[in-house]
């Protein structure tokens, strides 16, 4: 039996490393598919790491590991305790915006906004895993978008943007620089305002970082707006301080002038990074079209850099975000992708699992190899936590699937399937104590599409999205399930619709008792998301 369990080992290794062996040349983006906004990177030796803006989603800030810039593997969060900052009663636009991660001198930091929260403040480690520190809060740092540049010299400067008193325009902003004392968590010193925009009518200056190179001070930021209109310019300046000199070329990325129908769009918010191997990567915002609609909101993109001068050139020759390109100069280094299905058999939740605003209690547990979720009376209506969770949707088509164990004597406890966008914008399919209703919740107005009775305790639910339009399923097994309801349009969570546009979908399981006290509990065994998208695996 030894001899046996060897050689099966040894044949799973050679399959891994066979499959891991073959590199191919290119890759496809989004390098992030599904609600990735405002990426932030940096390397530390042969490792990048990179963090996006999460809102009211909790935990918040997921944090990514790469080794090569194309495969990532989610590693942890940024904000993970509840008791350090609260996103209840926030509007699903709001919470953690546009993150930067920087190291400096064996440390990682996190500088963020809680719009809604204290606003400005920063997290460090040293592990980018976890676990980080509580929001170290900087009341004297205005506005939104910070970052951290450290200069040779060891000083240390925040970058941010903020209102102008006086508006020109009206959306017109600043970006301002200041010195900031990371001992006493201080700004100090003169702030200095360095640029409204590349434009004269710029709006929205934001998302701004600094780097030197080339010996000299290179600012990039957003302007535009994070819409159709969004762009990235360059300044340059011989002081840290200032004055920054706006690139003739400008702006050096958009896909703005490609059109409405542009299947990228809203391409912006970018950060630079600087390979091992000497190439120069940028990972910026995007969105795709799907029939002409966006239903997966801003996703992470990867395009190449390389500098004339002081010019940064995006995919030279090309100009724009492409959809699949040669890939950088690195080791190819995938990650096992995690398990399409949950069985709920570990100790910890997986990462990929989400709650919308901040759990003030306990609300699941994991054992015996189930999820036992809580009723809360809170509703997901509300803009404070409930009883579910969610993981992103990543896939314009997809099919979710759950194993569900419910009993009730209550027609006001009800537990299922979730497809979630904002508060106001949502589906949900869910039993009670005798029959299991589909609800779809649109721009706040609430509609029951279909009831069937439905007295078992065992059901299995199941969702399917393609070509815009999503079915729901209901039944006693996986292989006998029948639909419930007529196939609705996924324009409930798409872009535009009274939804946040900043944040993005999620899928997954929620439980309540709609006002009403209770201690039941529903059980789910598993959990399965499947992509449908056409097969995009990486060979040459």
């Not at 009993?407 to 406890?413: A, C, P, V």
């Not at 279909?450 to 079915?471: E, R, S």
Request: with cysteine; glycine share 8%.
């Amino acid at each position: 039996m030894k001899l046996k369990t060897f050689f099966i080992n040894l044949l799973f290794v050679l399959l891994i490393s066979q499959a891991f062996g073959q590199a191919p040349t290119s890759y496809n983006n989004p390098i992030l598919p599904g609600y990735h906004p405002d990426p932030s990177i940096c390397r530390v030796g042969d490792d990048y790491y990179l963090v996006n803006s999460s809102f009211v989603w909790f935990p918040g800030l997921p944090i990514y590991h790469s080794k090569d810039l194309v495969n990532w593997e989610h590693i942890g969060y940024g904000i993970t305790n509840s008791e350090t900052i609260s996103f209840n009663g926030l509007k699903d636009k709001h919470g953690l915006f546009a993150p930067t991660i920087r190291h400096h001198n064996g440390t990682f930091y996190i500088i963020n906004t809680c719009v809604g929260c204290k606003m400005n403040f920063y997290i460090t480690a040293t592990n980018p895993a976890g676990p980080w520190s509580d929001p170290i809060w900087l009341p004297s740092a205005s506005g939104i978008d910070p970052s951290l540049f450290w200069d040779e010299d060891g000083k240390s400067y925040y970058t941010g943007m903020e209102s102008v008193a006086d508006k020109k325009w009206s959306t017109q902003t600043v970006v301002y620089n200041q010195e900031i004392d990371l001992n006493t968590n201080q700004l100090i010193g003169k702030r200095h305002h360095l640029t409204f925009g590349h434009a004269n009518n710029a709006a929205y200056a934001e998302g701004p970082h600094i780097y030197k190179i080339n010996g000299k001070y290179i600012l990039l930021l957003s302007e535009g707006g994070t819409e159709q209109y969004h762009a990235m310019s360059v300044h340059h300046s011989d002081s840290i301080n200032g004055p920054y000199q706006a690139d003739i070329i400008n702006p050096v990325l958009t896909h703005r002038h490609l059109g409405k129908d542009y299947p990228i769009y809203a391409v912006g918010h970018g950060d630079l990074v600087k390979t091992q191997n000497g190439e120069w990567w940028a990972v910026v915002l995007g969105k795709r079209l799907n029939n002409g609609i966006t239903t997966l909101a801003r996703e992470t993109f990867l395009a190449k850099v390389e500098f004339e001068g002081q010019t940064p050139i995006f995919n030279k020759g090309k100009g724009v975000v492409l959809s699949r390109q040669k890939r950088p100069d690195l080791p190819w280094t995938p990650f096992p992708a995690p398990p399409k299905k949950d069985d709920f058999t570990t100790h910890k939740i997986d990462l990929r699992w989400c709650s919308i605003r901040t759990p003030e209690k306990e609300f699941y547990k994991l054992n015996d190899g189930k999820l036992k979720l809580n009723l809360h009376k809170e509703v997901l209506d509300s803009l404070v936590h409930s009883s579910m969770l969610i993981q992103r949707i990543v896939d314009h088509n997809f099919e979710a699937s759950t194993a569900m164990s419910f009993s009730t004597s209550k027609i006001n406890e009800e537990s299922g399937l979730c497809l979630y966008r904002t508060n106001e914008n949502h589906f949900t399919l869910m039993k009670n104590d005798h029959e299991i209703i589909l609800t779809e919740v649109f721009k706040g107005n609430r509609k029951v599409i279909a009831k069937v009775k439905f007295g078992k305790k065992n059901v299995i639910l199941k969702a399917k999205a393609q070509d815009m339009m999503i079915q729901f399923y209901i039944g006693e097994s996986s292989d006998h399930l029948i639909p419930i309801g007529p196939q609705l349009s996924l324009i409930t969570i798409a872009d535009g619709q009274g939804n946040a546009q900043f944040n993005g979908a999620g899928i997954g399981i929620y439980a309540t008792s709609n006002g009403q006290s209770t201690k039941n509990k529903a059980h789910f065994d598993w959990f399965q998301y499947n992509g449908l998208d056409l097969d995009t695996t990486l060979t040459d």
